[in-house]
C-alpha cells in the first residue's frame, strides 16, 4: 500500500497559539483516523488475477459483509498516467465492481488504484492509495493450431498497428505498405528511447536497424526523422566497456549477441561512416561485430542457452531473424539458421498448448508471475504455428515476421501442436556461462555448471523442472519447476526472495524466488526440498496456485489438489499448507511454514486415473513419509520413489540420472553428446537433422 498523510492545521501566534494548538492536534487525529479508515478498507479488497485477457471482466473483489465506510474511487491506468476505467463508488456500497473488459483496453502493464473520492483526497488531505499491478491481453487464446502462416502474419501485423506501442506499430504499417498512416512522432520518440538507452533498448535498435536496412530507400520513408536515425545507430556504445559505462550495468549474454548483431549491422549499413565512439569506419565495426557473433553462435548451437528462459529466448530470436535476412555473411546465415531452429525445436518440446512451461532460472521480466497470456514468448508461438496470444511483447513476433530469409520447418510446428496419445520424457543440458569457455572439453567437473531440464509431456498438461540446480543457494528469481495446465493453470512452489511481502503481487518482484530447493523429478512425479537458514526473515515456503484457473480444487494440511480439464496436480508437503485467504496473492497462494520443508507434485490425467475424485483417492492412498529432508513416497504406480538432501533420486532402490550426459535426449530430440554437433528430431514420419559443426 502506497500510503501519504498530511495535516492542513495551519500556525497561528499570540494569544491564539493554545487554541490553534488544540485544534491542530484534533484536526490531525481526525484525519489519521480517516486514513485508517481507508486504508482498513482498501486492504480488505482484492483481484482474483494478475492477469486479465480477452472477455475477462476486471473486476474489483469485496469479502462479505464488508461496506464501504465512504465515498471512493477506483482507476485503471497505465504507468504514464492515462487513466482507462473508473469507477466512483458511494458510502454504503458492497459487491464486486467491475471495471470493464480486458478485451476494450489496450495490452499493457496496468495499475489499479483505490483512493478516496476527490473531495476526500484533494480537498480534506486524506492522501491514502492502494496501487494493485495486473496486465491486460486484449488477444483471445489459441489452444489449437489455426489458419496458415501468411494469414496469422497479416493477424499479427493488423494487431500490432492498433496497440499502443510506437515502433513496432510503424514497421508493421511499413510492412502492411500502409505509408500514409505511419506517425512520425511515435517513430522519433522511439528513436530517442534507444539514444537515451531506455528500457528494452537493445530490440529496440534492433527493429529501427531492421527498419532501416527495409524500407529507407521507400520513397515515402519519414525523412523527417532520418538525421537523428542515422545519429542515433551511428553513435550508440557498441562496445561491451562503453556500453556498461553508459548504462551502468554489466551486459549479459544474450544481450551480448543483441549488441554485436546490431553493430554487425550498424557497420553494413554505414561503412563508410564514422562512428563517433570508436572514431572508426561502419566497416570496422562489421568486422569487430562479425567476430563476436560466430563464436556466440557455434556455442549457442553446441552446449546450449546460457539462460533458456522466455524472456531471453525472445530476445535471442529477434537477434537471430535480423542477423538471418539481413547479415551479408554466408557463415552467419548458415548458423543463425541452425540456431533459430533450435530454439524453435526447444519451445516446441517445453510448451504446452502454446505456453513455453520449462523450469526457467532467471525470472520474468519485472518479476512478473508466468502466464501463457503474458509470456515473450505467446506471439512466437501463435505467429509460428498457431497456439498462444498476441500481447505487448512485439519485438520477437514482429521480428519474425519480418523476416523473409527464414522458413520454419513444418515438423517443428507439428511436434508443438500434434503430441501423441502417450506421454514423453525428456532431458536438455545447457552450458552455464561459467562453463561456456570450457564446454569443448566439459566433463563430469562440469556437471555442477550446467543447467539440467526434465521434461514430462502429456496430451493434458506438461511438468518440466532444472534438476538438482545449484541447491540452497539464492537463485536469480526464476522458478525451479513448472506445472502447467494452462494458461492460466500455473503452479509452482518457492522460497520468496521478495524482501516486502505486503507488496503487491504480479510486478515488483513479489513471486521471484529466494533460496533454491533440491529438485528431482521422475516422470510425473517431481520432490523439492527447501533447507532455508535459521536466519531466514521468511520462514516459508509458498505455492503460486490460482484457483480461479482451477474446474475444481480442494485445500488440506497435507495434500491440495485441483484439476483442469482432464488433467489433474495434488501438491503434497512435509508441514501443514494454507491457502491464504486475504492480502496480495488472495486465493492464489498456498503457504507451508517451517525452515526445513518438502513439497510433492503428483501429476494425474483422466486416461491414466479416471475421475478426479479416484485420482484424489488414490493420492491419499499413498504412502507419504518425510523426515525432515528426506522423502519417501510411494506413487500412484506402485513405485517407491526417496529422496534426500544428499544423496541420488532411488526409485525401487535404484538411482536415478538427474544429471543427463546428453545436450537434448528424449523420443523427438537426441543429440549426439554434450557439447554436441548434429541434433535429430523426428514427429511420426518426419524427421530433420541440425548440424552444428557445419551450420
Known sequence: MSTETRSNGAHQSNSDTVSSASDSADDSAKLAARVQLFESFFEQLYVEKDVYAYEDRIVVKWPRKLEAPADYNFRLQLSDGRIYAESEGREGDNGDRTLGHAVSIPDGEYELILMPSPSEYYVRGVRVQRRIPLSVVRSDYRTESYGTYVERQIELLRHAVSGDDGLYSEIAKMTLGWWSRNNTRKLAAAVDSVAGYEEDHLVRLIALLGMVSRYSENDEFPSEIREALDDCIT????????????????????????????????????????????????????????????????????????????????????????????????????????????????????????????????????????????????????????????????????????????????????????????ATWASERHALAAACDESKTAGDDLLSQSLHKAIYRTPDYLLSSAQDFQPGQSSQGGQSWQATLDADAIVFVNHPGAHDLKQETHRNGYWRSGRLPRVAQH?????????????????????????????????????????KGDAYIALGCSQPIELVQDGPAALRELRATGHNVAWICQMGRKADYGSFAEFRKRVLAARFVCDSLSVSYRPLQGDTVTFDWNGPLLVNGEAQPLHGANHYEGPNCVTDGWPATQMVVVHGEQAIQLDFAGG
Open 523 to 563: 516422470r510425473d512425479l517431481l520432490i523439492a526440498l527447501y533447507a532455508l537458514p535459521d536466519t531466514d526473515p521468511s520462514g516459508f515456503t509458498r505455492a503460486y496456485f490460482p484457483t480461479f484457473a482451477f474446474d475444481e480444487h480442494q485445500v488440506g494440511k497435507e495434500w491440495t489438489f485441483a484439476a
Open 235 to 422: 553513435g550508440f556504445a557498441y562496445h561491451q566497456q562503453d556500453y556498461a559505462e553508459k548504462t551502468g550495468k554489466a551486459i549479459d549474454d544474450t544481450e551480448s549477441l543483441l549488441l554485436a548483431a546490431c553493430e554487425l549491422l550498424a557497420g553494413q549499413i554505414y561503412p563508410d561512416r564514422q562512428f563517433p565512439y570508436s572514431r572508426q569506419t561502419g566497416q570496422w565495426h562489421r568486422q569487430r561485430a562479425a567476430e563476436a557473433v560466430l563464436p556466440w553462435l557455434q556455442r549457442a548451437a553446441t552446449a546450449g542457452f546460457v539462460d533458456p528462459s522466455s524472456h531471453c529466448l525472445a530476445q535471442l530470436l529477434t537477434a537471430l531473424s535480423h542477423l538471418i535476412d539481413l547479415a551479408d555473411s554466408q557463415e552467419i546465415w548458415d548458423l543463425a539458421a541452425v540456431v533459430i531452429d533450435k530454439v524453435l525445436v526447444t519451445l516446441a518440446l517445453d510448451s504446452f498448448q502454446g505456453v513455453y512451461g520449462a523450469g526457467q532460472i532467471t525470472a520474468e521480466s519485472g518479476g512478473a508471475v508466468p502466464n501463457g497470456h503474458v509470456s515473450p514468448v505467446a506471439g512466437v508461438a501463435r505467429l509460428m504455428w498457431g497456439t498462444g496470444a498476441w500481447n505487448r511483447h512485439m519485438a520477437a513476433p514482429v521480428s519474425l515476421c519480418c523476416c523473409q530469409g527464414y522458413q520454419l520447418p513444418p515438423l517443428i510446428a507439428s511436434l508443438a501442436t500434434e503430441p501423441g496419445p502417450a
